[in-house]
């Protein structure tokens, strides 16, 4: 999806329309098989995690395309840029890194973030890590550009919500402490060694299940100081 959103403003104004977004879904799953092998693990004898065959699979990224053209009209609108890596080091903290899905720029230099996200928007009360994410990359954009986004936007194909915020100094700053309080919390990890790993959603795309002890792993021998070097934290 991300791939064809991104590849279809690629395309002359007027020209992006659902049927060409339609017509870039299998080249572009076709070209991220090609760029991943992984890919390719989603499938067990050709049948894919949601239990489809590709041509399922395929139809179902096409249903979430017609629900974004029920949100967007790409013929209105020219991104100023697609894929944006962003990342600003924070003095004594980790270097923020992150791709914006979409960078919109106003006539009058308003930046809108925009990022498109496959599932549902979260329920009422449990957009806390949604809100998050939005103000992470606003945060980053702010501190690179000196410029603080005005709207910052979430685009859900699962249902056909837009989840928008308007960020203040106040909510970045706050961001950037919390971004702060995590890293301390990492660099006292590092320090004693001992690492603790939450069971989530994501285990299903985390590359060290095979050693990881919420999966009846063990984890390997680490040199002393090693995770600290790596991570660059000193004391
Ligand atoms: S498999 Fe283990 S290390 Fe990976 S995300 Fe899950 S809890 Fe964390």
């Given at each position: 999806?991300?791939?064809v959103l991104?590849r279809l403003y690629?395309a002359p104004l007027g020209e992006r329309t659902l049927a060409a977004a339609h017509d870039l ?37 096409g249903?979430?395309l017609g629900?974004y053209f029920?949100?967007e009209n790409p013929n209105r ?159």
């Amino acid at each position: 999806m991300h791939a064809v959103l991104e590849r279809l403003y690629d395309a002359p104004l007027g020209e992006r329309t659902l049927a060409a977004a339609h017509d870039l879904l299998p080249g572009e799953w076709d070209r991220l098989l090609e760029a991943d092998e992984r890919y390719a693990g989603l499938f067990t004898d050709g049948i894919g995690p949601d239990g489809q065959d590709r041509a399922g699979w395929l139809a179902g990224a096409g249903s979430l395309l017609g629900t974004y053209f029920t949100l967007e009209n790409p013929n209105r609108l020219e991104p100023a840029e697609r894929e944006l890596l962003v990342e600003s080091q924070l003095d004594g903290g980790p270097l923020l890194r992150g791709i914006v899905d979409r960078l919109d720029v106003a006539p009058d230099g308003a930046l809108r973030v925009v990022d498109y996200k496959t599932g549902r928007s979260p329920r009422p009360g449990y957009e806390t890590s949604a809100v998050f994410q939005m103000r992470f990359y606003g945060l980053v954009l702010w501190r690179e550009r000196g410029v603080l986004p005005k709207m910052l936007q979430l685009v859900y194909l699962g249902d056909g919500q837009v989840l928008r915020g308007e960020p203040t100094t106040d909510h970045l700053v706050h961001t950037e402490q919390k971004i702060r309080a995590i890293w301390s919390g990492i660099e006292d990890a590092a320090r004693t060694g001992e690492w603790k790993p939450r069971k989530s959603k994501l285990c299903g795309w985390c590359a060290h299940q095979a050693i990881c002890p919420e999966f009846g792993g063990t984890l390997p021998e680490i040199p002393e100081g090693a995770v600290a070097l790596r991570l660059g934290i000193t004391g």
